[in-house]
């Protein structure tokens, strides 16, 4: 069995920066997908940063170039270092895992973390 759990959200002035953690417990195979999504009050659930089993990462366009998306050497903790953050940004962040597939549709992911509330006043 997998869990994820996610540390890190907070409140934070527009322009501030925050680290996301995600820690995750159990079987983990070798070819994997891991990934934030975020959900905004009224809004769909969106992907953020993805990053596989080989290193690559990808970022949905809002996020390019302030999020970074990674891991720690054992695999067994995934990061999303946010910069710049907008108000815009604000939303339930989760982090998500499957096996083998890699992408941005939600439905995809078996496993998922219980999220964690980023807010970004102006």
């Known amino acids: 069995q997998v869990q994820l759990v996610e540390s890190g959200g907070g409140a934070v002035q527009a322009g501030g920066s925050l680290r996301l953690s995600c820690a995750l417990f159990?079987?983990?195979?070798?070819?994997?997908?891991m990934a934030w999504f975020r959900q905004a009050p009224g809004k769909e659930r969106e992907g953020v940063a993805l990053?596989?089993?080989?290193?690559?990462?990808r970022y949905t366009d809002s996020v390019k170039g302030r999020f970074a998306i990674s891991q720690d050497n054992a695999k067994t903790t995934l990061y999303l270092q946010m910069s710049s953050l907008k108000p815009e940004d604000t939303a339930m962040y989760y982090c998500?895992?499957?096996?083998?597939?890699?992408?941005?549709?939600?439905?995809?992911?078996?496993?998922w973390g219980q999220g964690t509330q980023v807010t970004v006043s102006s």
């Open positions: 998500a895992a499957d096996w083998g597939w890699c992408g941005w549709n939600s439905d995809e992911y078996n496993y």
């Open positions: 159990g079987y983990i195979p070798s070819s994997y997908c």
């Open positions: 990053i596989d089993s080989d290193g690559i990462t």
